[in-house]
C-alpha cells in the first residue's frame, strides 16, 4: 500500500507535460476519488468515538393490567342470562355450605349424646358395683322411708338347761327392719304403754318365726284392728316382700293370738278369694299370714312351712313381725 502511494505520488508530483497518457488517466482517477474518500472519512467516526452498539432483549412478559377489564354484553339478555348463571352458582355453593353445616352440627350432637350415654352407663354401673359392696343393712337403709330404722341385734346370753350359755336374740342369718313407735305421737315422758315393730326377713315355717320372736324379748304381731293391718301392710312393702306371718293360729277351729287377746280375726281385713280354705290337698292349714294376693293384701291361713313345700313361690318373698311391747 505504500508503494502505491509513492506511485501516486510521483504520478501526481509531475507536470502534465511530463505524464504520459497512462499517467495522465490515472491522475484523473485519483483526483476524482479524493473528494469521495475525504467524505467518507469525515463521516465516519473513528473506533474510538463508536459507540458499543447493545443487543435489545426482548421483554417476554405479560402485560399486567391494573384493572380488571370490562365485560361487555351483546343485548340485555345476555347480561341477565349471565347475571342468572352467577346466582345458580352462589345458591349452589350456599346450600352445599349449609348441607356440610347441619352434617357437622348432627355429628357433634351425635358425638355429644353417645359420650353422655357412655358416661351415664358407667355411672350406673359403678352404682351397681357400689351398691353390692356395702353391708345389706347400709343398702336397706338408704331405700326405706324416713323414721325407718335399722337397728344391729345385740345377742344377750342365758343359762341354758344344760348349764352352757346360750345366745338368744333375732337369727343372725335374717334381716331386721325396725319401725318407729305404734303411736308417734306420744312422747317418752307419757307413763302409757307403748309397742313398736320389727320385720325380719326370712325364709321359714310359723314355729321358726313363733320361736325367733319369743327370743327377740316379744312376740309375734297381733293385728288389733284394720288400722293395725293397714300398718302391718306398710312395714311389709317398705321391707319389700309379699308374706308376713303374724301372731295368730287356728285351735280346734278357733283363732288364738299370742299375746292373749281375743279378736274377731274377720273384723281385721278382708281374706283372699276362697280363704279361709282350712286345708290344701288335706293337709291342715291353720298358721295365719298377710299377703299380697291379686293386687292386694289380704289374710290367708297355710301350713306351717310353705317354703319346704312350695318353695318358688314362698322364699325369699317371706318374712314376720315381731311386736315389742313397753
Known amino acids: 500500500m505504500t508503494e502505491k502511494k509513492s506511485d501516486a505520488e510521483k504520478v501526481l508530483n509531475k507536470s502534465e507535460s511530463e505524464m504520459s497518457e497512462t499517467e495522465k488517466l490515472m491522475a484523473e482517477i485519483i483526483n476524482s476519488k479524493a473528494p469521495e474518500d475525504e467524505e467518507n472519512t469525515a463521516e465516519t467516526p473513528s473506533e474510538e468515538q463508536m459507540p458499543e452498539a447493545t443487543e435489545k432483549k426482548k421483554d417476554d412478559r405479560l402485560p399486567v393490567f391494573s384493572h380488571k377489564p370490562t365485560v361487555t354484553f351483546k343485548s340485555s339478555a345476555d347480561r341477565e342470562k349471565n347475571v342468572g348463571k352467577a346466582l345458580k352458582r352462589s345458591r349452589a355453593s350456599m346450600s352445599i355450605m349449609t348441607f356440610f353445616t347441619i352434617m357437622l352440627l348432627a355429628g357433634t350432637t351425635l358425638f355429644i349424646s353417645m359420650v353422655k350415654s357412655v358416661k351415664n352407663s358407667d355411672a350406673i354401673e359403678a352404682d351397681n358395683i357400689s351398691a353390692e359392696t356395702p353391708a345389706l343393712s347400709e343398702t336397706l337403709a ?59 326377713i326370712k325364709d321359714g315355717s310359723w314355729e321358726e318365726a313363733r320361736e325367733a320372736a319369743e327370743l327377740a324379748g316379744g312376740h309375734l304381731v297381733t293385728v288389733s284392728d284394720y288400722d293395725e293391718f293397714q300398718k302391718c301392710v306398710k312395714l311389709a312393702i317398705d321391707a319389700g316382700i309379699d308374706i308376713l306371718w303374724i301372731g295368730c293360729h287356728r285351735e280346734n277351729g278357733a283363732y288364738i293370738w299370742e299375746n292373749g287377746e281375743e279378736i274377731d280375726i274377720d273384723g281385721i281385713g278382708a281374706w283372699g278369694v276362697g280363704e279361709p280354705s282350712y286345708t290344701d290337698q288335706g293337709a291342715p292349714e291353720d298358721y295365719i299370714m298377710l299377703w299380697f294376693m291379686n293386687n292386694r293384701w289380704c289374710l290367708n291361713d297355710s301350713s306351717n312351712d310353705p317354703c319346704s313345700e312350695y318353695p318358688r313361690d314362698y322364699c325369699g318373698k317371706i318374712g314376720y313381725i315381731i311386736e315389742y311391747e313397753d
Open 142 to 200: 338408704a331405700v326405706l322411708p324416713e323414721g325407718m330404722i335399722i337397728p344391729t341385734p345385740e345377742p344377750s346370753s342365758e343359762l341354758g338347761e344344760n348349764g352352757e350359755m346360750t345366745e338368744t336374740g333375732t337369727p343372725p342369718d335374717a334381716i331386721v327392719i325396725m319401725s318407729g313407735t305404734s303411736e308417734e305421737n306420744k312422747t317418752e315422758s307419757e307413763p302409757e304403754a307403748r309397742e313398736h315393730y320389727e320385720v325380719v
